[in-house]
């Protein structure tokens, strides 16, 4: 059974369980933005001097302890429920025994364990809090803190046992940053029609610019998409790379005249614009979700409410400076501005701070 003696002192070390989702790597040799920003919190608040275990899948490159689940991440079986159920399973075996101040689960079946713990579970919420999801997190209820990625995501839906909204992050100088670009246009990410590759293609030929699409083709809905949506778009213009690893990736993103970001549903985060912002890239995105909340209108990108003006802002994206791209990266969505939010909510969450009626108990950090 997980244990904690005393409450740390707020100045003083945390003992932090870290658990990430079973499906890539952490952080992920290619797609895979949970891993990413789990491997930048156990860099981050190793960093601080706090005693940080991860449990994940495969193999992991941070400076915290790690506990795998599985030997090899079964990236293949993504979509499948079992892998999941096993991944947390094993993780809530593996964490017997451990001495640990809060637990901090980015898994979906994971939270499910929070009532047998005797130390706080704090969730960070990664994707939809709509219908199943959110009836899920309602289930759970104070069982499990609440944390979510963006205002946006939070406002979607206000009843849930939120704590606070802590954006994600990079480590702005693991990114290439480059001045001049190049004069095609990127597209990154996973092949669903929530991504709007679709969009981009069309939005980019209307520019008369050249496309590099790169993404995860793996589960049968995204071949399904990409079949009767992407492929029959390719051509001479817009060419389809398959799924790009990390530094391939960084390579495009700093070459990239912008990326393009045309999302179809409300995006909790998008952690490739800020992976973009971070390599001087300006991002051309429609105005759902938290996309707002990341770019700044006309200085690090262009936001805009409809398909049809993509076209132009493409082109207007050439006007902008990469400097301001990466400042605001720097500034807003570092690893340590995020850790910072973490460590803010782990210290209230393990002293057991009641809300209050009509309190606010949002720890976000200003992004503007």
């Not at 030929?205 to 071949?223: D, F, M, P, Q």
């Amino acid at each position: 059974m997980l244990s904690s003696t005393d409450i740390p002192d707020r100045s003083g070390c945390m003992r932090v369980l870290l658990v990430a989702p079973p499906w890539y790597d952490v952080p992920p040799r290619g797609y895979g933005g949970i891993e990413t920003m789990v491997a930048g919190l156990a860099t981050g608040l190793t960093r601080r001097g706090h005693d940080v275990t991860l449990i994940g899948a495969g193999r992991a490159g941070t400076p915290a302890r790690f506990l795998a689940t599985y030997g090899r991440a079964p990236s293949e079986r993504i979509g499948e429920s079992l892998p999941e159920v096993l991944h947390a399973a094993r993780a809530h075996a593996m964490s017997a025994g451990l001495a640990v101040d809060v637990v901090h689960d980015h898994s979906l079946a994971g939270p499910l364990y929070a009532p047998a713990r005797s130390v706080p579970t704090v969730v960070t919420c990664h994707g939809e809090v709509e219908g199943e999801f959110g009836d899920y997190y309602r289930v759970l209820g104070a069982t499990a803190s609440m944390v979510a990625i963006s205002e946006a995501q939070r406002r979607i839906a206000p009843d849930l046992n939120w704590v606070g909204v802590v954006h994600n992050a990079v480590e702005a100088g693991a990114f290439p940053y480059r001045e001049r670009k190049e004069d095609w246009v990127l597209w990154l990410g996973r092949l669903s029609r929530d991504k709007g590759a679709h969009l981009a293609i069309d939005a980019a030929r209307a520019a008369g610019r050249r496309i590099l699409l790169a993404g995860k083709l793996v589960e049968r809905s995204e071949h399904a998409y990409f079949d009767a949506e992407v492929g029959p778009r390719l051509g001479p213009d817009a060419e389809y790379l398959g799924e790009a690893g990390t530094a391939r990736k960084r390579e495009l993103m700093a070459a990239a005249r912008c990326l393009i970001f045309p999302v179809l549903w409300e995006e909790p985060f998008g952690m490739v614009m800020i992976e973009a912002m971070a390599c001087g890239t300006p991002v051309v995105a429609l105005g759902r979700g938290a996309v707002p909340e990341v770019i700044v209108d006309g200085v690090t990108g262009f936001v805009r409410s409809d398909p049809a003006g993509l076209p132009a802002a493409i082109e207007a994206a050439g006007t902008l400076d990469p400097r301001a791209c990466r400042s605001r990266v720097e500034r807003f969505f570092s690893v340590e501005t995020m850790t910072r939010g973490y460590e803010a909510i782990y210290r209230r969450t393990i002293a057991g701070l009641p809300r209050r009626a009509g309190e606010s108990r949002d720890l976000a950090l200003p992004v503007n």
